[in-house]
């Protein structure tokens, strides 16, 4: 029952940080879980610096995890 807890609150948390990010959430796969971050468009930013701010918004959950 302890490690149903733990792995329900980390899941929790993990989900709670890709969401925080922007992170879609694409599938579980035994405890790990497929994220992908959508590239924003945004006015006056070029294609490669809307990938660099998706890559960094992806990293920085990956270190908040």
Request: charged share 25%; glycine share 8%.
């Amino acid at each position: 029952r302890r490690h149903t807890r733990l792995q329900g609150d980390w899941s929790s948390d993990v989900c709670s940080s890709d969401l925080k990010y922007g992170g879609d959430i694409i599938k579980f796969v035994g405890d790990a879980m497929i994220v992908m971050w959508p590239p924003e468009s945004v006015a006056g930013q070029s294609t490669e610096d809307s990938a660099s701010t998706t890559v960094r918004k992806a990293i920085q959950c990956a270190l908040d995890i």
